[in-house]
């Protein structure tokens, strides 16, 4: 299979997660460039900021790096299957190897005298393609509304990019942030690093969860034996479940990230020949 197109750099060497990520997609028997199309810059930057998941193990994974509609997050997450749990008075679903997993963390937690608990109730776990939609559009709107006010995005532009598609409109904001025009909910860094783009979330892939204790290590610590790391670098609370043991993620093209005191496995893009 050919892995050639967006894990490669300008000088054409090839990212660490990149090669364990094709050795995945083979396994599976998809193709790279089905997957990660050459030029797609919505991908490259999903992949850079929740790629992570596309590594994990003993589950089932998606198909595309973004999901395109409603109709085939459903499809993926039937065909998956989920078990639901209450956790903490908040109904959570999962996929049931990642749901079996945090039970057994949520054993251990309650034998050392601590709590895991889903931080914004049932969202901390499945989510539909519409949560993505809803979500997204929470920091969109706003952005349209402040750079229209602020005189650098024209009224015509802001209608026009409202009318897109989903993902031609998540590709024409990214394009939007290269020029500093930034769709956070702080508007001082990209719409990425503060929401997924529509059908990107982790938890439409029903491996995601969102925890109130994210930031005591003990937890983490706990979180971790159990195969669920913190994995995305602007979402604090997310853990993702890998199935993995952390010996194993440097094989897996992820490299280990401090950051505010916490530990982060991330995508290595370090490129090499």
């Known amino acids: 299979m050919s892995v050639e ?9 090839r990212s660490r997660f990149h090669e364990a990520l094709a050795r995945s997609l083979a ?8 997957f990660c199309p050459a030029g797609d810059t919505l991908t490259r930057r999903v992949l850079e900021e929740y790629g992570a998941m596309f590594v994990a193990e ?3 994974l998606p198909p595309a790096c973004v999901f395109e509609t409603e109709e085939a997050v459903e499809r993926f997450q039937r065909e998956a299957g989920w078990r639901a749990e209450v956790i903490h008075g908040s109904p959570i679903e999962l996929q049931p190897p990642a749901m079996a997993a945090l039970l057994r963390a949520c054993a251990e937690a309650e034998e050392a005298g ?14 539909s393609f519409a949560d993505s939609l809803r979500l997204w559009r929470s920091r969109c709107e706003p952005a349209l509304e402040h750079w229209c006010a602020a005189g650098r995005l ?3 532009e802001a209608e026009r990019l409202r009318a897109l598609p989903v993902r031609e409109q998540a590709a024409a904001v990214l394009e939007l942030e290269r020029g500093g025009i930034f769709f ?5 860094k990209s719409i990425l690093q503060s929401v997924a783009a529509p059908g990107a979330s ?13 930031g005591d290590v003990r937890v983490q610590e706990l979180l971790a034996r159990h195969g669920w790391f913190q994995t995305v670098l602007s979402d604090l609370p997310h853990f993702t479940y890998l199935g993995l043991e952390e010996h194993e993620l ?13 530990t982060f496995w991330v995508p290595d893009m370090e490129s090499r020949q």
Do not use: I, N, W
């Open 154 to 156: 024209e009224g015509r």
């Open 27 to 34: 396994r599976r028997g998809l193709s790279f460039e089905a």
């Open 184 to 188: 956070s909910k702080d508007f001082k």
């Open 58 to 60: 003993g589950v089932r």
């Open 202 to 214: 982790q938890h439409l892939a029903m491996l995601a969860f969102d925890v109130t204790e994210y």
């Open 114 to 127: 601590q709590s895991l608990t889903p931080r914004g109730g049932s969202e901390a776990g499945r989510r």
């Open 250 to 262: 440097p094989s897996r093209g992820l490299s280990r990230v401090e950051a505010g005191g916490q």
């Open 5 to 13: 197109g967006c894990e490669k750099s300008e000088t054409g060497r």
